[in-house]
């Protein structure tokens, strides 16, 4: 990621919390319904989340959220309806960051992720599991490297694709530990999941959630790691890829909402300000913890410094692993 592009990243964050002064809120908004872009398909943990969080904004606002799900190309189609919206305060996206700090260094984009979109809230982020199937012999991750490098290329580590999270913390914790594992991608981690349970490799890595939580309990996998900023609640023996000294590679999925480029100041203010106080009710919360995920909330520049430094990590192990999408 160029300095310049650093720059615009924190400059819309910036931007998203200027004083009300600056742009006029216009004294109606809402006044009409709001729809929310959620970047993946329906049913699943992130949208979930998003309706809930718009249950929680219908009340707030005192008008409907309209959740509408445009999945596809890693969340990016999603997010490019938002860039091409009205920037009225009448269209939101919600999504990981990845289309931001992740696709751009992997190739075009319909639209540039610094200059099209304002972060307006961090919401919450889902942890990253690494398990090891029942065909891996090793007990902790020490086990697992040190057969990866006494054994190089033995040890088979599937994720949800190239140049996923998972494939990310692959590559980080092989240059760290100076280990060769072999990667395994899927296109996408429904197949990589059933795959697993039938043991056709020795480790993947998979966002947290109930349905995953259910087969570690039933033994069919063993939890080595969590990429997350702490122990995860639901699996408190489990130690983060920081606390076992691969801080690089501690990486989880970072959720939330976002505007189009031009939306006035005081509206992505005022989203913020709703969103942060949804976040901290009870039974939100309440919904977070039952699926494995874990409330951010915080200013627009914060989220803004977060995508950005995200994003020159990527770029930074992009460049040494020679990451190529086919």
Do not use: C
């Amino acid at each position: 990621m160029t300095n310049s592009l650093r720059r615009s990243w924190l400059a819309a964050g910036a931007l998203a919390v200027l004083p009300m002064m600056a742009w006029a809120q216009p004294q109606s908004w809402p006044a009409r319904p709001v729809r929310v872009v959620v970047s993946y398909p329906a049913g699943g943990v992130s949208d979930v989340v998003a309706r809930a969080l718009g249950d929680k904004l219908t009340a707030q606002l005192g008008q409907p959220i309209v959740v509408e799900n445009k999945a596809g190309a890693g969340g990016a189609i999603g997010l490019d309806q938002v860039a091409k919206a009205q920037p009225d305060g009448y269209t939101l996206g919600f999504s990981a960051i990845s289309p931001l700090a992740l696709s751009p260094h992997l190739g075009k984009l319909p639209f540039d992720p610094a200059k099209d979109l304002v972060p307006v809230a961090s919401v919450m982020y889902s942890p990253v599991l690494l398990l090891a199937t029942k065909r891996s012999t090793a007990k902790d991750f020490g086990q697992l490297i040190d057969q990866a490098r006494k054994d190089p290329g033995s040890i088979r580590w599937a994720t949800a694709g190239l140049a996923s999270l998972g494939h990310i913390m692959l590559e980080q914790i092989a240059y760290s530990a100076k280990a060769q594992i072999t990667h395994i991608p899927y296109k996408g981690g429904g197949q990589q999941l059933n795959d697993g349970l039938s043991a056709q490799f020795e480790v993947l890595s998979t966002n947290a959630g109930p349905a995953v939580l259910q087969h570690i309990k039933a033994g069919s996998f063993h939890p080595l790691a969590v990429g997350a900023p702490k122990r995860l609640a639901s699996l408190p023996n489990v130690p983060t890829l920081g606390e076992l000294g691969y801080p690089a590679a501690n990486l989880s999925s970072l959720f939330g909402v976002f505007a189009p480029a031009g939306t006035p100041a005081a509206i992505v203010e005022r989203l913020n300000t709703e969103i942060n106080k949804a976040l901290a009710s009870p039974d939100l919360q309440a919904k977070l913890t039952a699926t494995d995920n874990v409330s951010t909330g915080g200013k627009a520049a914060e989220f803004a410094r977060q995508i950005a430094e995200e994003s020159q990590a990527n770029a930074r192990i992009i460049r040494a692993a020679n990451i190529k999408l086919d």
